[in-house]
């Protein structure tokens, strides 16, 4: 009995996936892809290289 619930969920869960499949047919290429914009690149001083935190000057004085 139980090896009949087993399958009838497995098979139900299967059938859910095929119509998933079929409702968005681009699904699956579309992940990974450009579609989510991406973080913009952290910034640097332009004199010592060091990465800024926060929008104050850098340690070094110089930036």
Excluded: E, N, Q
Excluded at 8 to 18: E, Q
């Amino acid at each position: 009995m139980l090896v009949k619930i087993v399958t009838f969920f497995l098979i139900g869960i299967a059938v859910l996936a095929l119509l998933g499949r079929l409702r968005w047919p681009g699904a699956a290429r579309r992940i990974g892809k450009d579609d989510v914009p991406k973080p913009p690149k952290p910034k640097k001083c332009r004199h010592c290289g060091a990465y800024k935190v926060g929008s104050g000057p850098c340690p070094c004085g110089k930036g």
